[in-house]
């Protein structure tokens, strides 16, 4: 059975808009993994993939990669912003749970 354009439904905001982040996330991740490769060590760059573990919610795996730009960049207040973030986070959602048990 094929399905006619009559029959599909106009996606509307925000699931538009949802599916074109989506898209914009799929077109960076390349470009994203090129630059990384180039320039890994430079301060704006070492974040990025932190931001990324982040938002996808993998808190361990940002916090492992927060460390180290502690170390190498022991001047930039940026690097010290992202580990106490990543301390902060999740003990906001383990005070939820003891607070809800």
């Given at each position: 059975m094929?399905?006619?354009?009559?029959?599909?439904?106009?996606?509307?905001?925000?699931?538009?808009?949802?599916?074109?982040?989506?898209?914009?996330?799929?077109?960076?991740?390349?470009?994203?993994?090129?630059?990384?490769?180039?320039?890994?060590?430079?301060?704006?760059?070492?974040?990025?993939?932190?931001?990324?573990?982040?938002?996808?919610?993998?808190?361990?795996?940002?916090?492992?990669?927060?460390?180290?730009?502690?170390?190498?960049?022991?001047?930039r207040?940026?690097?010290?912003?992202?580990?106490?973030?990543?301390f902060?986070?999740?003990?906001?959602?383990?005070?939820?749970?003891?607070?809800?048990?």
């Amino acid at each position: 059975m094929l399905i006619t354009d009559q029959f599909v439904k106009v996606l509307r905001f925000p699931v538009r808009r949802y599916l074109n982040c989506a898209i914009g996330w799929l077109e960076a991740k390349p470009e994203m993994d090129r630059i990384i490769r180039l320039n890994r060590f430079h301060p704006e760059v070492f974040v990025v993939p932190w931001q990324l573990q982040g938002r996808i919610g993998n808190h361990e795996a940002a916090r492992d990669l927060a460390r180290p730009s502690t170390d190498m960049f022991r001047d930039r207040p940026s690097g010290w912003l992202v580990l106490s973030y990543n301390f902060y986070h999740p003990a906001i959602r383990i005070l939820a749970q003891c607070l809800n048990d």
